[in-house]
């Protein structure tokens, strides 16, 4: 069966702390997150922009969380104000997961991979 592997990366400037964190970064302080989304599908998709089922799915659907803030994104966001759960790397890729699933056709596999610094980075999927 033909299968394809879309993938896009990404950047994300925001601050956040770790409540209830018993060291530095229980205090506020910044990430240049960098973010790869990864959708896997067995069949091709129509999109919002395109009526023909040629996409697994938009690349601008993987990257809504880009986007500023205050138009819909995560970049320059206070991830604490935003995220309901506690902000780790791993939360973090789990919320990501959860919301841009909401936005792809049925039938793709995400995975979604969060670098809190160069050499720390985290790899979610659902199963
Ligand atoms: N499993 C996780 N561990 C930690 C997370 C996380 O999300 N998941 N997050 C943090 C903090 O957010 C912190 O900002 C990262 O700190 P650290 O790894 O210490 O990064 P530094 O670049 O500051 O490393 P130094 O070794 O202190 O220079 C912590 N842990
Ligand atoms: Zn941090």
């Known amino acids: 069966m033909p ?3 879309l993938n896009t990366e990404f950047t994300i400037d925001s ?3 770790i409540q209830g964190y018993d060291g530095k970064c229980g205090r ?3 990430h240049t997150y960098k ?4 959708a896997i599908s067995t069949k091709l ?3 919002a922009y395109l009526k023909t089922p040629d996409m697994v799915c938009d690349f ?3 990257k809504w969380a880009a986007a500023d803030f205050e138009k819909g994104g995560l ?7 935003v995220i309901p759960v506690v902000t780790t790397a791993e939360r973090i890729a789990e919320y990501l997961h959860t919301e841009t699933m909401k936005r792809l056709p049925d039938g793709i596999e995400l995975i979604v991979t ?3 610094t160069e050499n720390n980075w985290v790899e979610y999927t659902a199963d």
């Open 28 to 30: 506020m302080h910044g």
């Open 45 to 47: 998709n129509p999109s």
């Open 114 to 116: 969060v670098w809190e």
């Open 15 to 17: 601050a956040h702390f």
């Open 60 to 62: 601008k659907e993987l």
């Open 3 to 5: 299968r394809w592997k």
């Open 75 to 81: 970049d320059h966001a206070v991830l604490n104000e």
């Open 35 to 38: 973010v790869r989304m990864t």
